[in-house]
């Protein structure tokens, strides 16, 4: 994947509405409700920073797959992913220490299975979210 030397700035806006609850907005975009999570004492069925941190190294080993698949003309059918993060108590400070990420990967006929596991073991390695955080990501693919 050839990256090019360049800086890209992304800008978001958070804003507290009540409670422990918020905004999320980006230009262009739809904004997001987020919430303390109720371990926290939060809120139930809103985004929380924890899910949105855990679902942006999902995303992104995704895009990054979709990439490395499409430069490779992979045929594949389908493409889902699960994912996990653990949150610990690491040296008197909560802490994500492993994402798990999950994905099932369904090819075409004739598809290669071979290259599949070689595509997503090697965009996990290259994805940015991950690069961009302390937190061991642990990929367990499944290839049908």
Known sequence: MEVRSKVY???TA???TEQKK???SCEGKPEIQVATPPEF???EGIWSPEDLFVASVNVCVMSTF???ADRAGLAFASYQSEAEGRLELVEGKLQVTV???RPRI????GGDSAKAKELIEKAEANCLISHSIKTRVSLEATIN
């Open 14 to 16: 958070v804003k507290w």
């Open 22 to 24: 918020g905004i999320i």
């Open 41 to 43: 004492k939060g809120h």
């Open 106 to 109: 369904t090819l075409q006929a």
């Open 9 to 11: 700035t992304y800008r």
């Open 66 to 68: 979709l990439a490395f």
């Open 99 to 101: 994402i798990t990420l």
